[in-house]
């Protein structure tokens, strides 16, 4: 008698169900193999080489035994497979699979992100940090925790990192490397004009003021504050026309002309959400502005990839901080519960968009 799960599908269909139940189960694998790929430096020594690399020639400088040469191809196939190594194919195609002339290796554009200056590229000395909080996240499901972070750690995401120096500090560190990477972007876009006409400017949780910086290298009438909490800013020098300003978005926000909000409101739920933009209302004058840079869910103008991606820095929100990625109609609904009248989305760089929101 068949499986009642079985009972509805044809063969061809049961045959499917089965590749796609293999792909989900071990879609870790994937993470698993570029973990390794870090690991071993590959990324790092095609870079260092400078050019296209034979397997035996990768081998060597990563001082692996060529004993190990028909596992070590199988694992650079995979990641050929998923688009982080390319092989250039010797122009002789009759060579055998696993023979060093098949072909020279060189790192796709996602590796040369990921390893060059990519943010979060060093997850490495993080791992139980990181991974414990994803661990058994079923568990999170089951309890009143306000994460899965929480119920792992006991403690808030901010206040862990505020506490935990070395997390704190490689947190940052990524969040700045994940801003200069950005604004490059932004200001190759000639900023859209989003900071034309400004005389001051509050980045709101601005971390180490790595977007100040650059938009008051751009901007240098401008005055720059960079308000973060006391840990954060307590030792970091300001410039001229730029200052770090310890403090809580949650209380008060310096007055300016306009207030940045780059990677902040994707960390709240909803009634913080609102608070923080109403403190920001509090702070712009009549004709100011707020900006906000963000991932605005189910943009028609991305793909599938970046659609991906989005999920997955949502479940990030959800583990690490209890929130959540939102879609244009949950923005806009929040946008008007803090009190602000209209609102304009400047562009989509990537996987975020600049938003202007007006008093
Ligand atoms: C995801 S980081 C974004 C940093 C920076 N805007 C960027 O995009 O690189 C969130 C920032 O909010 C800051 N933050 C958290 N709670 C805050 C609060 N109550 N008041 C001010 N800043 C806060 C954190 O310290 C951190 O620097
Ligand atoms: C502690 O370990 C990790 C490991 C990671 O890989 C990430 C990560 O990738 C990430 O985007 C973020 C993140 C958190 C809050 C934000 O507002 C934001 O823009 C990004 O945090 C991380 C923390």
């Known amino acids: 008698?068949?499986?009642?799960?079985?009972?509805?599908?044809?063969?061809?269909?049961?045959?499917?169900?089965?590749?796609?139940?293999?792909?989900?189960?071990y879609f870790f694998i994937e993470h698993v193999t570029l973990k390794c790929a870090l690991q071993l430096g590959i990324p790092?020594?095609?870079?260092?080489?400078?050019?296209?690399?034979?397997?035996?020639?990768?081998?060597?400088?990563?001082s692996i035994s060529p004993s190990k040469y028909p596992y070590f191809h199988r694992l650079t196939r995979i990641l050929v497979r998923y688009g982080l190594l390319i092989l250039q194919k010797h122009e002789d195609n009759n060579v055998d699979d696993g023979d060093d002339s098949k072909g020279y290796y060189s790192l796709a554009p996602t590796d040369r992100y990921i390893m060059k200056d990519g943010p979060?590229?060093?997850?490495?000395?993080?791992?139980?940090?990181?991974?414990?909080?994803?661990?058994?996240?079923?568990?999170?499901f089951r309890n009143e925790d306000p994460?899965?972070?929480?119920?792992?750690?006991?403690?808030?995401?901010?206040?862990?990192?505020?506490r935990d120096t070395s997390s704190g500090n490689w947190f940052h560190a990524n969040m700045a490397r994940d801003s200069r990477s950005f604004m490059n972007v932004l200001i190759g876009n000639e900023f859209k004009d989003v900071f034309k006409g400004l005389t001051s400017l509050v980045d709101v949780g601005g971390g180490t003021g790595t977007v100040a910086m650059a938009i008051t290298k751009k901007f240098p009438d401008m005055k720059c504050i960079v308000l973060d909490l006391p840990p954060i800013v307590a030792n970091?020098?300001?410039?001229?026309?730029?200052?770090?300003?310890?403090?809580?978005?949650f209380q008060k926000i310096p007055a300016a002309?306009?207030?940045?909000?780059?990677?902040?409101?994707?960390?709240?739920?909803?009634?913080?959400?609102?608070?923080?933009?109403?403190?920001?209302?509090?702070?712009?004058?009549?004709?100011?502005?707020?900006i906000i840079i963000d991932m605005v869910m189910e943009n028609p103008?991305?793909?599938?990839?970046?659609?991906?991606?989005q999920l997955f820095i949502d479940m990030l929100m959800m583990v690490f901080l209890g929130s959540k990625e939102r879609n244009k109609k949950e923005w806009e609904k929040l946008f008007f519960d803090a009190g602000f009248t209209s609102y304009k989305i400047i562009l989509?760089?990537?996987?975020?968009?600049?938003?202007?929101?007006y008093p």
């Open 44 to 62: 790092n020594a095609i870079t260092k080489h400078g050019k296209p690399m034979t397997l035996s020639k990768l081998m060597s400088s990563l």
């Open 301 to 309: 103008e991305l793909d599938d990839e970046a659609f991906q991606a």
């Open 236 to 249: 970091l020098q300001g410039s001229e026309n730029l200052e770090f300003v310890a403090g809580d978005m």
């Open 1 to 25: 008698m068949a499986d009642h799960n079985d009972q509805n599908l044809t063969p061809s269909d049961l045959l499917l169900a089965e590749t796609q139940s293999w792909n989900q189960l």
């Open 147 to 162: 994460s899965k972070f929480y119920t792992a750690y006991g403690d808030l995401f901010w206040t862990k990192l505020s």
């Open 120 to 140: 979060w590229n060093s997850m490495e000395d993080q791992d139980s940090f990181f991974f414990k909080a994803w661990n058994c996240l079923g568990d999170w």
């Open 348 to 357: 989509t760089l990537g996987l975020r968009s600049v938003i202007e929101l």
């Open 257 to 290: 002309n306009a207030v940045l909000l780059k990677s902040i409101l994707h960390d709240w739920n909803d009634e913080e959400f609102v608070k923080i933009l109403k403190n920001c209302k509090d702070a712009i004058t009549r004709s100011g502005k707020v």
